[in-house]
């Protein structure tokens, strides 16, 4: 069994946290291609219990966490990971726009929205969104979402 590589933390220039975290080895199905994931949530302890989900995903691999739209804007340009984790309430504060912001730095990025409230749904998925999930779902409702739009 492959062992995860563990690194410290890096941190970009703005404060937003870089992750260095290896895939964990093939899929029941094979191979399947790593998927680059950041994190963008206000609250720590989301961003903290997302890692910790994801830790013990196959070929997923958590390349940053950002605190709000501006860190994840910069993360995006200099990671360019393959899907974030999007806190729906951040675009919100900031701009209606930002998956669209997100997306002309990162066209084929994937966005999965999470929100405390269940009924932003609908906007989140006009506004762009790939799928939607409320933080009040069990894990394994974003897990899912994950690997439906996971590269095979």
Known sequence: MATQEHRRPREGNDGATLRSEGCTGMSIEGDRKEMRILIADDQAKVRSALLLLLRHEPCVRVIGEAQNITQALTLTRAERPDLIL???????????????ALRNIQPNLLVIALSGQPDARGAALQAGANAFVSKGDPPEELLAAL????PT
């Open 86 to 100: 999007l806190d729906w309430e951040l675009t919100l504060q900031s701009d209606a726009s930002a998956i669209a």
């Open 147 to 150: 690997h439906d739009l996971s």
